[in-house]
Nanobody, 119 residues
Framework: QVQLVESGGGLVQPGGSLRLSCAAS????????MAWYRQAPGKQRELVAT???????NYADSVSGRFTISRDNDKNTVTLQMNSLKPDDTAVYYC?????????????WGQGTQVTVSS
């Protein structure tokens, strides 16, 4: 059974920091591209950051320079370090694991963790 379990969300003041973690089980973690998405109330889910199996990263323009994604293939975890948080970063943050094996896609989601940036 595949599980992605996020943790680390919460309430933080503008300018503050949070660190989200996602623990994966039931998959060969090292072959998956891992990503963080977020969805704010009334908005579509959007991609925040990705980290490929080889370690290359990509970020949404809105978080570039403030957020850092990293992975630990030994511990099957992916983290999102979020600094200089803004109220616009308020959303439910979701962990995603995606890969293709012989053209067959495998795509898994966590349950989400709430991040609220407010004074």
């Amino acid at each position: 059974q595949v599980q992605l379990v996020e943790s680390g969300g919460g309430l933080v003041q503008p300018g503050g920091s949070l660190r989200l973690s996602c623990a994966a089980s039931g998959i060969i973690f090292s072959i998956y591209t891992m990503a963080w998405y977020r969805q704010a109330p009334g908005k579509q889910r959007e991609l925040v950051a990705t980290i490929a199996s080889g370690g290359s990263t990509n970020y949404a323009d809105s978080v570039s320079g403030r957020f850092t994604i990293s992975r630990d293939n030994d511990k099957n975890t992916v983290t999102l370090q979020m600094n200089s948080l803004k109220p616009d970063d308020t959303a439910v943050y979701y962990c995603n694991a995606e890969t293709r094996v012989r053209f067959t896609p495998f795509d898994y989601w966590g349950q989400g963790t709430q991040v609220t940036v407010s004074s």
